[in-house]
């Protein structure tokens, strides 16, 4: 049997300077949920969250950018994915209908550490989600992250790079 070599020229590398090790990365996408509030009263009360997107990617028409969302606009966001892309789409933190019950002696889905484990789950989602490459592609992502207030009747398409 014969044994197969390795091509050395795979193994050379260039010497790393201060630039490349410390500089910025050449690709980067930072997503983070932080600062929840909770608004409304009653039967209209809801916990929205700030995300907050600082990319490089030319895909991506703004470099920086700071959005509020709900649990609606995730569940829209999965909704767009799975309908428009051929993305799988991992599952998002589901809707806590125990939590709701009432009489429970707390805060329910308003409870604080409710609360910050629901802001940790979105997190991860939206950091899955955006960094899938077809993701990126679907104009209903660059909605969710990047504007404002999220025309739910935009018409679904690819984005181009610039």
């Given at each position: 049997?014969?044994?197969?070599?390795?091509?050395?020229?795979?193994?050379?590398?260039?010497?790393?300077?201060?630039?490349?090790?410390?500089?910025?990365?050449?690709?980067?996408?930072?997503?983070?949920?932080?600062?929840?509030?909770?608004?409304?009263?009653?039967?209209?009360?809801?916990?929205?969250?700030?995300?907050?997107?600082?990319?490089?990617?030319?895909?991506?028409?703004?470099?920086?950018?700071?959005?509020?969302?709900?649990?609606?606009?995730?569940?829209?966001l999965?909704?767009?994915?799975?309908?428009?892309?051929?993305?799988?789409?991992?599952?998002?933190?589901?809707?806590?209908?125990?939590?709701?019950?009432?009489?429970?002696?707390?805060?329910?889905?308003?409870?604080?550490?409710?609360?910050?484990?629901?802001?940790?789950?979105?997190?991860?989602f939206i950091?899955?989600?955006?960094?899938?490459?077809?993701?990126?592609?679907?104009?209903?992502?660059?909605?969710?992250?990047?504007?404002?207030?999220i025309?739910?009747?935009?018409?679904?398409?690819?984005?181009?790079?610039?």
């Open positions: 049997m014969a044994e197969t070599v390795a091509d050395p020229r795979r193994l050379i590398t260039k010497p790393q300077n201060l630039n490349d090790a410390y500089g910025p990365p050449s690709n980067f996408l930072e997503i983070d949920v932080s600062n929840p509030q909770t608004v409304g009263v009653g039967r209209g009360r809801f916990t929205t969250y700030e995300i907050r997107v600082k990319t490089n990617l030319p895909i991506f028409k703004l470099k920086e950018s700071t959005v509020r969302r709900r649990y609606s606009d995730f569940e829209w999965r909704s767009e994915l799975e309908r428009e892309s051929k993305v799988v789409v991992p599952p998002r933190p589901g809707k806590a209908f125990l939590r709701q019950l009432p009489f429970r002696g707390d805060d329910g889905i308003f409870d604080d550490n409710f609360i910050e484990e629901r802001k940790q789950g979105r997190e991860q950091n899955k989600v955006s960094g899938h490459p077809l993701a990126q592609n679907e104009r209903c992502l660059h909605v969710f992250l990047q504007d404002e207030i025309d739910k009747s935009y018409t679904p398409s690819k984005i181009r790079h610039a």
